[in-house]
């Protein structure tokens, strides 16, 4: 370092010790001239805000400590793997995705590189760690499913419309967490005295024949995931369910919020920031495989009152009291 540069960061580390504005801020200001921290992000989306804002409370500030490297792959199995591999290239320094099947192309991308896997279902089930509490490898993050909420959420429904018996479930079969997912409502309907008719879409050419098969059999309600390519086109679904009048259960808020009539998860903004804290972590120098994956310890229930009244469903008074929200 020259004579200059070093008076240069010397003075500025005396001048915020005297003013007591020293803080993390500053070694990450001065230091990241040297490096500035890439973190990769595949399907950037609206979802991601949380995860940005979080790492900006962390005193990360973009173009100046940290850079974003986005790779578009809309939850397609190709493109997903050719976007992992792209970010792999860079290099980055960490990799952040939601989602199981971008958690998997990201896992068959590198085995250096830390992964930060946010919201996905079952990342034991997945082969993206070996267990929870040391996840191993190079990969950490938090999942958006709890042990047991394939039973409250079915609860929830049986609660809400006590006679739907004929359930629907969207899922996508490229996506291990839908799949495993699918499995507990397969040995869990029965204690609710429920059928259950899995509708597949791997792409979006296939919502057509869903929506084609759900008039011909219609169900008492449908079942959805947080699948990236089904939330990619669930403004359809929705739409679909609304004017058709029939009911649905998400996982996320935000499809409520968008017209769904009911949701019953955990926050999606909330595992995005504790992505973002991971990645702090392991900016710092933390290992993943030491890092444990998360798991929800709340959730919500919210319901579109506009929803129920256009769809003519009467929702329990007992229900809404157990509400975490109600949208009027």
Do not use: C
């Amino acid at each position: 370092m020259k004579r200059r540069q070093l008076i240069v960061v010397v003075g500025g580390a005396a001048a915020a010790a005297a003013t007591g504005t020293w803080s993390l801020t500053w070694p990450l200001a001065s230091l990241a001239a040297a490096k500035i921290a890439r973190v990769g992000i595949i399907d950037n989306g609206p979802d991601w805000e949380p995860f940005r804002a979080e790492l900006r409370e962390l005193h990360y500030a973009e173009g100046q400590n940290i850079a974003f490297d986005y790779r578009q792959a809309d939850g397609v199995p190709d493109r997903l793997a050719v976007a992992a591999r792209e970010l792999v290239q860079i290099p980055v320094d960490v990799i952040a995705v939601f989602g199981t099947p971008a958690a998997q192309a990201a896992q068959r991308a590198t085995k250096s590189i830390p992964i930060v896997v946010i919201s996905v279902g079952d990342p034991v089930a997945a082969g993206l760690v070996t267990n929870f509490a040391h996840p191993g490898g190079n990969i950490t993050g938090n999942t958006i499913l709890g042990p047991d909420i394939v039973t409250k959420r079915l609860q929830v429904l049986r609660d809400t419309i006590p006679s739907a018996t004929r359930l629907a479930f969207l899922w996508n079969p490229n996506n291990v967490s839908s799949a495993a997912l699918l499995d507990e409502l397969w040995r869990t309907t029965p204690f609710f005295g429920m059928s259950l008719r899995p509708l597949e879409a791997r792409a979006a050419a296939d919502f057509p024949a869903v929506f084609a098969e759900m008039l011909s059999n219609r169900p008492d309600a449908v079942l959805t995931t947080n699948d990236t390519l089904h939330q990619m086109h669930m403004t359809e679904v929705i739409d679909f369910l609304l004017k058709n009048r029939i009911p649905g259960m998400f996982q996320l808020k935000r499809n409520v919020v968008e017209g769904g009539l009911m949701s019953y998860g955990t926050s999606s903004s909330d595992l995005f920031r504790r992505g973002a804290r991971y990645v702090d972590k392991i900016l710092h120098g933390a290992n993943p495989g030491d890092l444990p994956i998360e798991q929800p310890v709340s959730f919500g229930l919210v319901v579109n009152m506009k929803t129920a009244r256009a769809i003519g469903l009467e929702i329990p008074a007992s229900l809404l009291a157990r509400a975490d929200e109600v949208i009027e």
